[in-house]
């Protein structure tokens, strides 16, 4: 609350005075308050003290100095809480919760606290930090002057905060009806959400040795283009080689596979008569090998001409039968 001062009724007959200004002892009703503008006492009320009374209906909240004027004195209030607005005037000591302006709750103890002050800056920081709380924010494209007019002129239509011309008063209305007011400005906008970082890659440099400087007959000097290293992996030759042999390997057994299924399809190798003639040439003109047993080794042509011998037959025209070994020896012969 605003700190006391002497209290005087400059020149004229305190209010305390005027019939139907009367204090009645620890009561909020009937209490006056001198206008600055008409210099009229005007009736108003403390609310929520023990002692209560019926004040006329619309009789505003007196100003916070109100008991610091001549002739009343402290009231007695029903609660020390700064929502039921009687702890702001300062007759009980200071208000429930030891609540500072500077670190003022989001709620009706701090919404009256901040008023009570006196000063606009406390209301100020209420409505920023009521507008955070609701991820909203202050317009930042106003011109500073014009938002800070904007804003004050807000406040005075809850107390006239900071005025010269009428004392200030605990607003009426409560928070609630002050967010909700406030929600409404023109003034007010969502919080710009943050830039996006833009993606960063990161790319491998390979890795380059130091550039030697070079001066030219000139006198200028220049430096040589890196050289870049190349890496050399044993690991990746090897495995190159394998895969050379395996595939090597793999087309020769698939040529093996192939050339033998052609065989089997060709069949065995055909020998005709006179290949046959030729060999039993061949084998005539070499002599016998002598066998196991002392016998010498009969040769082929005589085993194609060793037949079973029987006596010949005649045929139904009287003639002889050619017998079989005669027929099986012109065969060999030819």
């Not at 403390?46 to 001549?70: A, D, K």
């Not at 507008?131 to 804003?151: F, I, S, V, W, Y």
């Not at 030759?237 to 060709?266: E, T």
């Amino acid at each position: 609350p605003l700190k006391k001062r002497d209290a005087s009724c400059e020149g004229q007959s305190c209010c305390s005075e005027v019939q139907g200004c009367q204090p009645v002892p620890g009561a909020g009703y009937p209490l006056c308050t001198r206008g600055k503008l008409n210099g009229v006492c005007e009736p108003c009320l403390i609310p929520n003290t023990v002692n209560r009374s019926s004040p006329p209906r619309g009789t505003m909240y007196c100003p916070y100095t109100v008991l610091q004027e001549e002739g009343y004195d402290a009231v007695a209030c029903s609660s020390n809480k700064a929502a039921d607005v009687c702890c702001v005037y300062g007759s009980n000591g200071p208000c429930e919760g030891d609540l500072t302006p500077f670190d003022l709750p989001l709620n009706e103890d701090g919404f009256q606290i901040a008023f009570s002050t006196g000063s606009s800056d406390f209301v100020l920081d209420l409505i920023r930090k009521t507008l955070e709380d609701r991820n909203l924010t202050a317009h930042e494209g106003l011109d500073p002057q014009d938002l800070k007019a904007q804003q004050k002129a807000f406040i005075h239509s809850f107390s006239s905060v900071d005025s010269q011309v009428v004392h200030s008063r605990p607003p009426v209305l409560k928070y609630s009806n002050f967010v909700t007011a406030l929600l409404k400005e023109p003034w007010v906008v969502p919080i710009p959400p943050p830039p996006t970082p833009a993606a960063t890659t990161t790319t491998q440099r390979p890795t380059t040795t130091s550039a030697p400087e070079t001066t030219t007959t000139d006198g200028r000097n220049y430096i040589d283009p890196p050289k870049v290293e190349k890496e050399q992996h044993p690991i990746n030759i090897l495995l190159v080689f394998a895969v050379l042999i395996m595939v090597g390997a793999a087309g020769y057994v698939a040529a093996l596979k192939y050339r033998r299924r052609q065989m089997l399809k060709a069949g065995p190798p055909k020998v005709d008569a006179s290949t046959r003639l030729i060999e039993l040439t061949e084998s005539r003109s070499r002599p016998p090998q002598p066998v196991p047993g002392g016998h010498l080794e009969r040769p082929p042509w005589v085993e194609a001409t060793v037949v079973e011998v029987s006596p010949p037959a005649r045929g139904g025209g009287g003639e002889l039968e050619r017998p079989p070994w005669m027929a099986a020896t012109n065969e060999a012969l030819l």
